[in-house]
């Protein structure tokens, strides 16, 4: 019985993690004159894309045992949280052209993701461990956003 919940929590944790994709994906602009003009640090883009897809299916697989979990289902909201911050950061960076917005946003998601991190240390160590590596991954992120921004402090000036 268990593994029919893990199989249709991990069904629903995807599906969900798939259309927070697809949001994401209507909100950037790469390609734009902005953008372009842009000095960002040096980047493989395929290897930052192979991360992103890695850490939305290590967060899927975390969503799947909230799911589970009665302890941890009370926590979900810090979950919608993750989830819908990765569509509002490409709004606010790709479309609005806000870089110190979007480094707010990237150090709440950075403190969200902690927080996940650390209620989840006293469940299953898998588990914990992929919130880690989100963690890791939001750390990351803010860093980027942070070279971002000094990077182009003369263009915002």
Do not use: Q
């Amino acid at each position: 019985m268990l593994t029919y919940k893990r199989f249709v929590s991990f069904s629903i944790s995807l599906g969900f993690v798939l259309v927070i994709g697809a949001i994401n994906a209507l909100f950037m602009t790469p390609r734009s004159e902005w953008f372009a003009n842009l000095v960002i640090p040096a980047l493989n883009e395929k290897i930052h894309s192979f991360l992103w897809l890695a850490v939305y299916i290590l967060y899927a697989v975390v969503t799947a045992e909230f799911l589970i979990d009665k302890t941890l289902r009370s926590y979900i909201w810090s979950l919608f949280l993750l989830a819908v911050g990765n569509p509002v950061w490409c709004l606010v960076f790709f479309r609005l052209h806000s870089i110190i917005g979007a480094l707010c946003l990237s150090v709440l998601l950075l403190s969200d993701s902690i927080f996940v991190t650390v209620i989840n240390a006293k469940k299953t160590k898998i588990n914990w461990l992929f919130c880690l590596l989100i963690s890791v991954w939001y750390l990351y992120i803010a860093g980027l956003n942070a070279a971002i921004l000094i990077l182009n402090l003369k263009t915002l000036l």
